[in-house]
């Protein structure tokens, strides 16, 4: 099942954008830049994006969309839904974690992230909901996941993993790894069925 859709084709106008935000940032980055380095005109991009924020947005959507296809394609193999639900999303908050868009979004332009996380959901954010409710909702028919409103209970695993996510980066490789253990072992407690 392809999570992305469209967004994990190969673009050259988020192509150039990505490189133009690992050069230079967001506030940096400007529509002539990306337009320049994708070998089109700034009416080009305009037509595809009506500005410079809905550019960075269909970036991040993209990068983070890959994101969460690859941390389900390694989780697959696992056994119940439930397992395959938490190892997925502690993979996913693993990558982004490293994810070079998001690591220089946060060095340089920490701020523009804010509205991402904490106002209207973006792509991502609603792409990234919807794939836990579905889990959710298929593991409940298994059994695997504990009785209860499955928008409540994805929605509160999802704002369980946004402050790992925003902060993973800072942490050490090793103190990462504890922290996402203690994260997995907290998503399967809240998740897992009463005996």
């Known amino acids: 099942m392809a999570l992305c859709g ?3 084709q190969e673009d050259p106008i988020i192509d150039a954008a990505r490189a133009t935000v690992l050069d230079f940032g967001v506030r940096r980055a400007s529509v002539a830049e990306v337009a320049r380095r994708a070998g089109v005109s700034r009416m080009t991009v305009y037509r595809r994006h009506p500005d410079g924020a809905a550019l960075v947005r269909a970036l991040m959507a993209r990068e983070f969309g890959q994101v969460l296809e690859q941390a389900e394609q ?3 193999w696992l056994g ?3 397992e395959r639900l ?11 974690a490293v994810n070079p868009v998001l690591v ?42 504990r009785e209860g409103d499955p928008e409540r209970l994805a929605s509160t ?5 946004r402050g790992v996510v925003l902060s993973g980066h800072a ?10 253990r203690e994260l997995a072992r907290m998503l399967d407690g809240y998740l897992r069925p009463p005996l």
């Open 157 to 161: 695993v999802e704002l369980a993993l």
């Open 80 to 82: 119940t839904g439930r």
């Open 86 to 96: 938490v190892a997925s999303a502690i993979r996913c908050v693993d990558l982004l």
């Open 6 to 8: 469209d967004m994990s």
């Open 104 to 145: 220089r979004i946060l060095e340089l332009d920490g701020e523009r992230l804010l509205p991402y996380f904490t106002g209207t959901p973006g792509r991502f954010q609603r792409l990234a909901h919807d794939l836990l409710l579905e889990r959710v909702k298929r593991c409940q028919d298994e059994g695997s996941v």
């Open 74 to 76: 390694e989780t697959a």
């Open 171 to 180: 942490l050490q490789a090793e103190e990462r790894a504890a922290t996402l």
